[in-house]
């Protein structure tokens, strides 16, 4: 075709796939389209995707590019400036995506429709990546949710139900690219040294990846799932979570599909508990929509006044899993190792660093954000205040999780924190979770040397605790 024709340009963001993708549809239902992927890493700015999203965006553009035959086109730079260029190269009538809804997205999007369509460029958007859109969401005066419950049963299951999936589009009105763009290796999106080889033993980016997946967790983990999703070491979490971030997978693809299984026995409770957590993923994405700040400032702004403490030595250990507390250090291996981290053992790690170490959960966010394939700033946000007692409907501060006790209750067997800490598989349970504890003979028999073969604690638990709720009683409001 004479690159003169009309077309269409579709921007692939967070929504790569090609089933349920409503701009996408649309776009190819106005005629010849140009599907682009822009990494914009300008914009950006603080928010730039860590290195593990970034290997994750390697692969899943790999498996987009091939469903689309070759034809996607990459480019590194401000988006504003490559639509100038396309629009100089082609007679360019619409440009289509789906929303996003991190503050800087947000700004640069708005702007950038203003300037096209002084260019008169038609600009048409969708909602591709959420159940309920965070404006129509909100108490009777108008004012956000911010408590989870009532934004869940009064906001979310009180409105209009989310739409149903659409189908995969037909390809025909896809053309290539007729200029010089970069390849998928120009983005430079994998790392110089290559940590990566165990995620690649277990994950599969991409819609591909995203339907098998979904339906391995809905066939076989979502029965039990919500007593089950608590045991690191069972099969009932989806870790669906990356594949949603990138948007290879819709909630209303996971939303409709766990609702086929409603009526099997003995799922009714598991099914409604899944629900409620694709719920509070809304949620998070309403308190960023709502609260831009939420990344950066403390929702509870008493908690401005915290006496956090700075100690780089406690914050590296924490970060190598070298804390001396098995199931602090399992989890922090499990991320560094998988990218991933079971969302039981997340709260642990979290609530140790800001309680017992009294760390700011801003080093907590930062390192998450670098290390996550899920890595989601809504989610992280949400996620780190609440467990910091600083956030909307946040777990309050008193509460501090005690690894020992998290432990023997939720990995009893030790499969779980054995896994990444095999320098313990042979030292007995009951000393697991405090091999301090355990008396010499024990040690030996499991050639076991405290401080050399496996840290001491870096800290006490009790006197930490303690520590902890002094800080916190400075702030606390009488």
């Not at 024709?5 to 239902?29: C, G, K, V």
């Not at 149903?164 to 110089?192: M, V, W």
């Not at 990356?242 to 799922?267: D, R, T």
């Not at 800001?354 to 290390?371: A, M, P, R, S």
Request: proline residues 6%; charged residues 25%; hydrophobic residues 35%.
């Amino acid at each position: 075709m004479s690159t003169k024709d009309s077309i269409s340009i579709y921007w692939f963001r967070q929504d790569l796939r090609l089933s349920d993708n409503p701009a996408l549809s649309a776009a190819i239902e106005s005629g010849k389209v140009l599907p682009v992927y822009i990494l914009d890493d300008i914009n950006s700015k603080d928010h730039k995707m860590g290195e593990a999203s970034r290997w994750w965006l390697h692969h899943s553009l790999i498996n987009l590019n091939e469903k689309l035959n070759g034809k996607l086109s990459f480019y590194n730079d401000d988006p504003s400036k490559v639509f100038e260029e396309l629009i100089k190269q082609y007679d360019v009538n619409s440009i289509f995506w789906n929303r996003c809804y991190e503050p800087w997205r947000i700004k640069r999007d708005k702007d950038l429709k203003i300037d096209l369509e002084k260019k008169n460029i038609n600009i048409e958007t969708y909602n591709g990546s959420l159940l309920w859109e965070p404006w129509k969401v909100l108490k009777s005066d108008g004012t956000p949710y911010r408590v989870f419950s009532p934004y869940y049963k009064r906001g979310c299951l009180g409105a209009t139900p989310p739409r149903k999936p659409i189908k995969k589009p037909d390809l025909e009105n896809i053309i290539s690219n007729s200029f010089d763009n970069l390849t998928l290796s120009d983005l430079n999106l994998l790392p110089d040294v290559k940590w990566f080889n165990e995620m690649e033993k277990i994950w599969k980016p991409g819609e591909d990846g995203a339907k098998d997946k979904l339906h391995l967790f809905l066939d076989n983990g979502l029965l039990g799932y919500k007593e089950g999703r608590n045991f690191p070491s069972r099969k009932n979490v989806s870790q669906l979570s990356p594949h949603m971030h990138f948007g290879e997978v819709s909630p209303n693809q996971v939303w409709y599909g766990a609702q086929l299984k409603e009526g099997e026995k003995g799922i009714d409770k598991d099914l409604t508990h899944f629900l409620s957590e694709l719920g509070w993923r809304e949620f998070s994405y309403n308190l960023l929509y709502h609260f831009p700040s939420l990344p950066k400032e403390n929702l509870q702004k008493k908690f401005d006044n915290f006496p956090w403490e700075v100690n780089e030595g406690y914050l590296d250990k924490w970060k190598k899993g070298l804390t001396g507390f098995p199931i602090v250090d399992a989890g922090m291996r499990e991320l560094w190792q998988t990218g991933y981290m079971h969302n039981r053992v997340r709260m642990i790690v979290g609530s140790f660093l800001v309680k017992n170490l009294l760390l700011h959960w801003h080093e907590g966010e930062k390192w998450f954000w670098d290390c996550l394939i899920d890595a989601d700033l809504a989610s992280n946000s949400a996620s780190w205040q609440w467990v910091a007692g600083s956030g909307a409907d946040a777990a309050p501060y008193f509460r501090i999780f005690n690894p020992i006790a998290q432990g023997i209750r939720f990995d009893p067997d030790g499969e779980y924190t054995k896994k990444y800490i095999p320098e313990l598989k042979n030292i007995p349970n009951k000393y697991l979770y405090s091999p301090w504890e355990a008396p010499q003979d024990i040690l030996d028999e499991a050639s076991i040397e405290l401080g050399k073969d496996y840290p001491h604690p870096i800290v006490d638990l009790k006197q930490s605790r303690e520590k902890a709720l002094d800080a916190f009683s400075v702030i606390r409001i009488k």
